[in-house]
């Protein structure tokens, strides 16, 4: 059984900083492309970021570009989002998903998905 089981959200002022970690089980993680996507409050879903499983180059959106960065330790089958220089519309549900078809910019359609972390960014 897939289970993708996010953590490290939490409150933070504008301006600071958040890891977030995906713990996965269930499959050949080393062999699957991970992404993180997010859901603002009473916004859709907009995918993030993706790590590509043949180690190439991540991909993110324009709205996180040179503030967030994916990554991923195969030996431990888990999957990061350092980020930094968080704004107050990053303030979201973050969710760990794998196998997303698609392109960033589009609605992910992902295989399996984790039950999310919240990140909020408030003063």
């Known amino acids: 059984e897939v289970q993708l089981v996010e953590s490290g959200g939490d409150l933070v002022q504008p301006g600071g900083s958040l890891k977030l970690s995906c713990a996965a089980s269930g499959f050949i993680f080393s062999n699957t492309a991970m992404s993180w996507v997010r859901q603002a409050p009473g916004k859709g879903l907009e995918w993030v970021s993706i790590?590509?499983?043949?180690?190439?180059?991540?991909d993110y959106a324009d709205s996180v570009k040179g503030r967030f960065t994916i990554s991923r330790d195969n030996a431990k089958n888990t999957l990061y989002l350092q980020m930094n220089n968080l704004q107050p519309e990053d303030t979201a549900v973050y969710y760990c998903?794998?196998?997303?078809?698609?392109?960033?910019?589009?609605?992910?359609?992902?295989?399996?998905w984790g039950r999310g972390t919240q990140v909020t960014v408030s003063s």
């Open positions: 790590s590509y499983r043949n180690g190439g180059r991540p």
């Open positions: 998903a794998s196998r997303c078809s698609g392109a960033i910019g589009q609605v992910p359609n992902c295989n399996s």
